[in-house]
């Protein structure tokens, strides 16, 4: 099993649309959680950094942390073609770790 | 600006040619490491940097080296590319928080 579950999706969506991209984990040790977006061709670049539960907004976008479930979450709002990339989720036990990455979501946002 | 920079940003070689990707990073964190990326597998650790003279291997180490003789520099050096290793390569820094990740190398061995 690996650490970190990720849907590859692809996932198309109209513009204007609420998108969820969801990730699973399996080692409850983890408690920093992050979302990149990687456009093609790009290097990933950080979307969202949230430590243990909860949910932290930045714009449009919404990361929601369940640890009892060992579920994360991010939310795009008002979804606009230029969020079409990859979504990748990754995550550690503390600062010093290595991180442990999803397989990344593609997501298109269709005008 | 903050940034991790890699060259080159695309390169193609033969099998057997020693070749050196370059990565420098101006936000002194004392974490760098570098990764893969393949079609279907993600990001896959090589190697990673703790500090200056500490290095240790990732998931795939096979047929890569590293080394860190100062703090904001970390080359990735392939003594012997094979095709197998035709991969896009990301160089990524980290201090007490998010990694942040170089433009990438395009590497073609043929």
């Known amino acids: 099993q690996k650490e970190v579950e990720q849907d590859p999706g692809p996932l198309s969506v109209p513009e204007g649309a609420i998108v969820s991209l969801n990730c699973t984990y399996s080692?409850?040790?983890?408690?920093?959680f992050m979302w990149y977006r990687q456009y093609s061709r790009k290097g990933p670049e950080l979307l969202m950094y949230?430590?243990?539960?909860g949910n932290k907004e930045d714009g449009r976008f919404t990361a929601q942390v369940d640890k009892s479930s060992k579920y994360i979450s991010l939310f795009i709002r008002d979804s606009q073609p230029s969020d079409s990339a990859t979504y990748l989720c990754?995550?550690?036990?503390?600062?010093?770790?290595?991180?442990?990455f999803g397989t990344g979501t593609r997501l298109t946002v269709i005008p | 600006e903050a940034q991790v920079t890699q060259n080159p940003r695309y390169l193609i070689t033969v099998t057997g040619k020693k070749l050196t990707v370059t990565c420098s990073q101006n936000?002194?964190?004392?974490?760098m490491s570098w990764y893969r990326q393949d079609p279907g597998l993600g990001l896959r650790q090589i190697y990673y940097?703790?500090?200056?003279?500490?290095?240790d291997k990732g998931d795939v180490p096979e047929g890569y080296k590293v080394s860190r003789k100062e703090k904001r520099n970390f080359p990735l050096i392939l003594e012997s590319p094979s095709p197998n290793q035709t991969s896009l390569y990301f160089c990524?820094?980290?201090?007490?928080?998010?990694?942040?990740f170089g433009q990438g190398t395009r590497l073609t061995v043929v």
């Open positions: 949230t430590y243990s539960s």
């Open positions: 936000m002194n964190h004392e974490y």
């Open positions: 080692n409850s040790a983890f408690q920093y």
């Open positions: 990524a820094s980290r201090g007490q928080g998010a990694a942040f």
């Open positions: 990754a995550m550690n036990p503390n600062w010093a770790n290595n991180l442990f």
């Open positions: 940097s703790m500090n200056v003279e500490v290095t």
